[in-house]
């Protein structure tokens, strides 16, 4: 078992390494280099000293042997638009923001749509199986921005009970979150009903009727373990749903997190402040990734067996 | 012996897209305490549904018992009980054992919890006790190193091993009736011997009834008591082991045991098959279901169901060749079966 | 169990030929029940949800609505009017206008044919490179299949969006093409993946391991056991990855990565009409509304699709 996770754990860096790497030379390829459009109308010599300090004067080669080696230092540079801004330390508050907002939002909406899925899939074909469905396609469908701006529109313009952006306040909370569960509610309702459907179509479902086992009880010592499982696949990129519709709320609502900050920066150009966070994004999902394989092998003990071999 | 179990007029149709397909179409028999009952005949002929039946345990949605239909067990008409005499009696009277082990046991429980599901159900045991109990269970079905099984995933173990897992679930709580529906078709020649040895072993040390249901004559042979030969939807023939082994009447019966290889059988010769398939059991079919594919057909045959013509007090047969009017045919099996 | 009159009715049969031996019927190879291929009865089911045909309607009302609009109409949707700035809906511009007196029905009619182009390219494109990629690496199988899919997988590492961005970046996307390119880059990955799934799954089943068994060539059973199994899969998989796209799109135009003016496109759209959400709600709701309807549609049309093409509903 331990030789898995550290097995998976190499892999994860080995990938995370390479991840980088790509971005980094992407970034480079970017026409143009980022100081073009500041450094216009500098004298020579700031401009070189300008260059000098982002290190663009070097062949693209060493800019990326020094940039990995300040990575390891968890050093990411600074700012090249808000200079002497540190690209670390913003990412570190910025995306405290963001988790708080998203960790709620993926909570409580993971909870809801499981509730939802597992009603709907009991009472499959009548009213609150349409009505579960109903709102997971929504949820599906309705673009965040749409819900959003319906959600400012009537909560904030028309009813004035809740803010329409801001920061700071419990109150500011409310919007974002709700917004932003909607996805995991449909997602996670539509997924669990299947896979309820599914669990109930086994032959081990007859054997425990057989055992004359109440439904109530047959679906709750049978039937949920197993449909949750599957479950735990969607979870990586449930989180990656939630990140996308951050970037989309924290600029509607006004919110500081990594996402408006990341749109900021690309709206500005500013390259470190983008290849930073790009680092950072896709170190979070690799990393999600890694965390969802192991509570799959901790809990089907079918995988748990083929691992041990 | 007394009667425990009492089937009359049982019938049950499925609702499809193509229409209402007959699936069972009038089966009665009965079953006495200790007595085994095989359920003999070809994919499709009704015999799994009936089994299903009696425990009621056929899709509500889809499947449709029909309203004269009677399960009579202990006095109790089985399908008109409620939901809790129906929990107590499912794996309390009656128990059942599953075609393909592997898929009908829960993959994310242990052996032990599966077996002491039941004991806590029904005979309201606490976990220490329930647990002791499952531990006599899996060493009364011969399963080695009993202890570390209790705690084995299902997928930890042999097919065989499964199977018995399977039988010490139904058997925890000593019903009066196993229904055992195709318990050996997904197993080794050799694991089918040790677990139909291991079912006639139990069967006289608990005194349980028995319904097996299989498509195998072989199977039967030396573990029945009585056999009922079906045939699209219904029985065409019954009686004791050495009445349908010995002295059978019904054409199709003499097909099923010519159809099985005998180790006599010469070196080149080929092994019987029947010609033709089942009927289709969407088609009402008021005339003999086999009469199509039988060596002697008779007008009558294709025109109006057979009576059923009782030879001895246990030995029935639906076959025109019973008629006082039709020719007399002599069984065709005897030459290969010696 | 036989009552009095069906022995009667029974008797009535009775006649002297009644008991002469006809044997074995010639048809008895007969099958009652009509054949029907796997694509009819697709058809069929497909037919008897009543959802998913009205979602189909939908779509093909949607269509209409970005084709002929802007043939009819006298003005084009460029069309700058000082005069009629921020119009609320009306009987001349039954959408309103936006700030520049533009009429709005024509912008979104026209925006629309690009967002829809750009979900249907976008999905095509990336369905078909996955499956041709999957396809191949499922067939091969072994080392090929190993590499092939490690750089799937640590393609797939790197969040989609991030990618879109960063090329709309690089590619400079001022065109529809290059916008296209930008997502679609890494888009094929999910595919890749769920198609050689498949083929793993297939190519494992007796069926096939019985038709190499009768000599069937390689080539028969790649295209009349192998593709049949997996394009149900793949036309599902389009369906659902064309509103993927959509959002794609108008997600990046939201950030100012996406169609440009003069072009418009319903993400645009949107975008420019954010800020003045309290004063004209009603520029943000059309496009919302089509992108959202769009949306829909194509996800309801493919729920319906792989409902009917699943082979397992069969009753």
Redesign the interface.
Known sequence: MKKYIFKRCLYMVFTLFIVITITFFLMKAVPGDPLTKMAKNLPEQTKANFYAKYDLDKPVFNQYIKYMGNLVHLDLGESVVYAGRSISETISTTSLVSASVGSIALVIGMTIGIVLGIVAALKKNRWPDYIVMIIAILGITIPVFVLASLFQYVFAVKMNVLPASGWGEARHFVLPIIVLGFGPIATYSRYLKSSMLDTLDQDYILTARAKGLSERKIISKHVLKNSIIPVVTIFASSVVGIFTGAFIIERMFSIPGIGFYFIDSVNNNDYTMILGTTIFYAALFIVMQLLVDIVYVIIDPRIKSSIMK | MEKILSVENLRVSFNTYAGEVRAVRGVDFNLHAGETLAFVGESGCGKTVTAKAIMRLLKEDIADIKKDSKIIYKGKDVLKMSKKELQAYRGDEVGMIFQDPMSSLNPTMTCGNQIMESLILHRDLDKKEARQEALKMLKLVKIPDAEKRLDSYPHELSGGMRQRIMIAIALACNPSVLIADEPTTALDVTIQAQIMDLLNELKHELNMAIILVTHDLGVVANFADKIQVMYAGQVIERGTIDEIFSAPKHPYTWALLKSVPKLSNENKQELYALEGTPPDLILPLKHCPFAKRCKYGMKICHEIMPDATNMTGSHEVSCWLMHPDAPKIEADFHEEVK | ??STEN?K??ND??NK?????????DD??E???PRVSYYKDAWRRFKQNKVALFALFILFALIIFVVVPPILSSTTFNQIDKLSRNLKPCSDHLFGTDKLGRDLLLRVAVGGRVSIVIGIAGAFITSILGCIYGGISAYFGGRVDDIMMRIV??LI??????IV??MS??L?SESIGTLILAMTITGWCGVARLVRGQILQIKSEEYILAAKAMGVSSFRIVTKYMIPNVIGIVIVQITFAI?GYI?GE??LS????GIQSPGTSWGAL?SSA?PM??YH?YQ?FFP?LM??LT??SF??VGDGLRDALDPKMR?
């Open positions: 169990m036989q022995i009715k029974k049969y009775l030929n009644s008991f002469d031996i006809v044997g074995v019927e008895f190879q099958i009652s029940r997988e640590i590492c790197i969040p989609y969006l991030i961005i960063l970046l690089i400079k509103p959002f108008a997600f939201y950030i100012g990565l949107a954010q959400l309290a709600p943000l919302s992108i959202a949306m829909l996800t309801l009753k």
